[in-house]
């Protein structure tokens, strides 16, 4: 069996990544779209094979409550958009999937917690990498003792905003975007410190910096590295930016062995080494369509009446994190969480 999706905002992930993914899920189909762009969402449901019926815009959108093919609804829409679709959509008595950050802030995160919660409803956040075999192996090498004591990490994750894309406009608007690259892919670093240690750090500080005059980063920020202290004595060091050339790496320092993913948070292509004085081991691990899996984990978690593995509740604690990084940057000052 499998349950029915609506995708709400036919942008570039939406159209590149997720729709075309349902094609491998065993538990998840799609069979609705919600878009501005009429001309756009007929276009794609003609090739995904959606019902015209099922195609809203978001005036209509909380008529989707009426139609019984859709079970969960999935946010792919600006990070500041994040919380109002999640409310309605809940609201409708549909299940929520919503795109990383999960919203600008936490009062708007704790709204979207409370309005599943009231209709009954699940919402998990969108944190791919916690479905991706690469990430999973290495949580389980970090988490098994494999590495010795854990140590250290250092994530890194930044590109290039690029003006010239669409997707990147929104992005360098602080209304809409809510932050800089620390919301959009910093998050990504700061998500495996917290996956590879299962931790909550207990102390944030963090510098920013922004090349002045550089028209993208008028409103949001350029570069952010923080650090972060975890319980277990663990030390993280983290760098975001929109401004260095495409990273996506996590490092665990171990006392026995040290772990490498890089690429770690990629599309398609993931590696895994793990360096020891035995010498260099590449990891051989069977690449899989992280969106697929992550989309029906939640529609297990529908079927099952489960919490899924990364709730509302998760995505709240890294937008409660980054606005602690944001303050410890702008104070210079070393914040207890
Ligand atoms: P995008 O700009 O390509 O898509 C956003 C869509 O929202 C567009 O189709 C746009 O027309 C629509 N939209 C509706 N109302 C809008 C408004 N008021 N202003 C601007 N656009 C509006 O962006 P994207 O890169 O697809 O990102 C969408 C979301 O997905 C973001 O939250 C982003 O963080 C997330 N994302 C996640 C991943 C991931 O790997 N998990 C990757 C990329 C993007």
Redesign the pocket.
């Known amino acids: 069996k499998k349950l029915g999706w609506a995708v709400v905002?036919?942008?570039?992930?939406?159209t590149q990544q997720i729709i075309p993914s349902f094609a491998e899920c065993k538990r998840s189909k799609l069979v609705a779209l919600v878009s501005?762009d009429r001309p756009k969402a007929e276009q794609y449901a003609r090739q995904y094979g959606v019902n015209p019926k099922n195609i809203y815009n978001y005036q209509n959108y909380d008529t989707i409550r009426n139609n019984p093919e859709v079970d969960v609804i999935y946010i792919?829409?600006?990070?500041a958009?994040?919380a109002e679709y999640t409310i309605r959509g809940a609201q409708a008595a549909k299940h929520i999937m919503c795109?990383?950050p999960m919203a600008i802030t936490v009062a708007e995160c704790q709204a979207m917690i409370d309005a599943a919660k009231k209709a009954g409803r699940k919402l998990m956040i969108?944190y791919?990498a916690q479905y991706e075999p690469f990430n999973l192996a290495a949580i389980q090498l970090a988490q098994s003792g494999k590495l010795g004591k854990l140590k250290s990490i250092v994530s890194d994750h930044g590109r290039n905003l690029d003006p010239k894309d669409?997707?990147d406009r929104?992005r360098a608007n602080k209304k809409?975007a809510g932050g800089g690259s620390l919301y959009?892919i910093g998050i990504y670093s700061l998500q495996a410190t917290r996956y590879i240690t299962g931790e909550e750090p207990t102390e944030i500080s963090a510098m920013m910096y922004s090349t002045p005059n550089d028209p993208r980063f008028r409103e949001v920020e350029e570069n952010v590295n923080f650090t972060l202290r975890f319980p277990s004595g663990v030390l993280a060091n983290c760098t975001s930016s929109y401004g260095y050339s495409d990273t996506k790496r996590i490092q665990v320092f171990g006392s026995d062995a040290t772990l490498e993913l890089d690429p770690a948070t990629d599309y398609y292509k993931h590696r895994l080494t793990v360096k020891s004085k035995n010498g260099n081991e590449e990891r051989n691990i069977q690449e899989q369509n992280q969106f697929a899996l992550e989309m029906d984990h939640l529609s297990e978690s529908i079927m099952n009446n489960k919490q899924p593995k990364t709730p509302g509740e998760e995505g709240l604690q890294d937008v409660k994190l980054m606005q602690l990084i944001y303050e410890a940057a702008r104070t210079g000052r070393t914040i207890k969480v």
Do not use: Q, V
């Open positions: 905002g036919l942008g570039k992930f939406a501005g792919i829409l600006p990070n958009l994040h795109e990383k969108a791919r669409p997707a929104w809409l959009d």
